[in-house]
C-alpha cells in the first residue's frame, strides 16, 4: 500500500476507533455519572449527531483505500491479515449501518416526543453495538499487524 493509501487508511481507523475510544471510556460513563437521564439521552444524541458523519467519512475512507489497496495487489496475491482485515471492517460497517438506521433513528424520533424511557432503551442499544464494533476494530487492527 503506497504512503497516502496508508495515510488516508490510518486517518479513517484513528477516526472511528478513536471517537468510539472517547465515547466508551470518558463520554458516556461521565455522563452516566453527573447528568439526570433526560438531559444525559440530549447529550449523548447530540454527541451521535456530531460523531456519525465522521464515522460515514470514515468508512468511505476505509473502504475506499482498502479497495485501491487490494486492487492493486491483486485479491489472491494480498496477506492473509488484509483478507480478514477486509472481512472485520466490512462486518464493523454493517453494525453501524444497522446502528445508524436502526436504534439511533428510533432514539431521534423518541426524543422529539420525550420519550426519555425509549430513548435510554435505544442508546443502550447502541452502547452494546459500539461495544462490538470497538472489539472488532481491535481485532482487525492486532491481526494486520501481528499475523505475518
Known amino acids: 500500500m503506497n504512503n497516502l493509501l496508508l495515510f488516508i487508511h490510518l486517518a479513517g481507523a484513528i477516526v472511528w476507533m478513536g471517537g468510539m475510544a472517547l465515547v466508551l471510556l ?3 460513563p461521565a455522563a452516566m455519572r453527573v447528568l439526570q437521564p433526560p438531559l444525559r439521552a440530549q447529550l449523548l444524541l447530540q454527541v451521535l449527531a456530531g460523531f456519525f458523519p465522521l464515522v460515514w467519512l470514515s468508512i468511505a475512507a476505509l473502504l475506499g483505500s482498502g479497495v485501491w ?17 477486509l472481512g472485520i471492517g466490512l462486518l464493523m460497517m454493517a453494525v453501524f449501518a444497522h446502528i445508524f438506521f436502526a436504534p439511533y433513528r428510533r432514539a431521534r424520533h423518541a426524543a422529539q ?4 424511557g425509549v430513548v435510554a432503551a435505544q442508546l443502550q442499544r447502541i452502547h ?18 501481528l499475523w505475518r
Do not use: S
Open 26 to 28: 470518558a463520554l458516556r
Open 69 to 85: 489497496a487490494l486492487a492493486r495487489v491483486g485479491m489472491a496475491h494480498a496477506p492473509p491479515a488484509w483478507h480478514a482485515m
Open 113 to 116: 416526543g420525550a420519550q426519555w
Open 128 to 145: 452494546r453495538l459500539v461495544q462490538l464494533n470497538f472489539g472488532l476494530g481491535w481485532l482487525a487492527i492486532a491481526l494486520v499487524v
